[in-house]
């Protein structure tokens, strides 16, 4: 079995964001955005606020029968993640390319 | 036997048929038992084949039923978030939820539905969801609708596609 870090789980999912590999969806909580992988793995990135209302960011993992495997807080790049999530499940992208196109014509 | 071996050799006079019988007739009942044991195996193959093909057909029907009721079940949250009926919003979402990952627990480890089992793991997080933003004082019903659709797009993909294999037989 490979020992895989926080650090690196991270980094994993971050990269394959990045690279449009996984399909984040919005949920009807608020900032939230989740995906699956395998046939048994539920990826879920959220956005809150603490008691002194700062914004914190958390990465969880759920397996097929919901339960949470996994919670990763601390890792400054979440806020990163969250970003490029929204983006892909809101389609920011493909709105802005319409609309800068709408913009030209 | 000794008739059946004088019609086969129409020319062997029949006491020497009947002789040769009587000499090896542990080796004729052997092969005879062996033709049984051929034509009984034989038989029971497909009767094992006939009744695995049932227990597909059957699990099929049954994945199609529950997709259908997960469906119509779906189509509720919505009507209720419009109304504001949370407790029946929480209610339903539930049951599409336990639909779904029963559905997929029930599949196991087969990788031709890997598709399918993360569509509905996605509604089974989208009705966890509605069921965490129905619990709330509030609740957003636009968030609500847009996820139970989320989920109705999925639903229906996987619904779609178990019919076509219930109707193709795999």
């Known amino acids: 079995m490979t020992n895989v870090s926080d650090v690196e789980f991270v980094g994993k999912v971050l990269e394959a964001t990045q690279r449009g590999r996984i399909d984040w969806q919005k949920t009807a909580v608020e900032a939230q955005y989740a995906s699956t992988f395998g046939g048994k793995w539920t990826v879920l990135i959220d956005r809150g606020t603490d008691h002194r209302g700062n914004e914190t960011f958390w990465l969880s993992l759920q397996n097929a029968e919901g339960e949470t495997v996994l919670r990763i807080e601390q890792d400054s790049r979440l806020s990163g993640l969250f970003e490029l999530a929204r983006r892909y499940a809101l389609k920011v992208n493909e709105a802005m390319a319409d609309f800068l196109k709408e913009l030209e014509s | ?170």
């Not at chain 2, 008739?3 to 020497?16: E, K």
């Not at chain 2, 049984?36 to 059957?58: C, D, M, N, P, Q």
């Not at chain 2, 529950?66 to 949250?77: G, P, V």
Request: charged fraction near 25%.
């Open chain 2, 1 to 170: 036997m000794a008739f059946a071996l004088s019609v086969t050799i129409p020319g062997l006079p029949r006491t020497a048929i009947l002789c040769f019988v009587k000499e090896n007739w542990g080796s004729i009942a052997s092969v005879w038992g062996l033709f049984v044991s051929i034509y009984v195996l034989f038989v029971a193959k497909g009767a094992r084949k006939a009744a695995r093909e049932a227990i597909t057909a059957e699990r099929g029907r049954t994945v199609v039923e529950e997709l259908e009721q997960a469906m119509e079940k779906n189509s509720h949250i919505g009507l209720f978030a419009r109304d504001r009926k949370w407790d029946l919003v929480h209610l339903r979402a539930q049951e599409v939820m336990t639909s779904c990952r029963t559905i997929v627990a029930r599949w196991g480890e087969d990788d031709v539905l890997k598709e399918s089992k993360n569509k509905l793991l996605m509604v089974a997080t989208q009705m966890r969801s509605i069921v965490e933003e129905a619990n709330k004082e509030g609740a957003n019903s636009e968030s609500i609708v847009n996820a139970q659709l989320n989920a109705s797009e999925r639903l229906s993909a996987v619904l779609g596609k178990a019919h076509k294999e219930r109707e193709s037989g795999s």
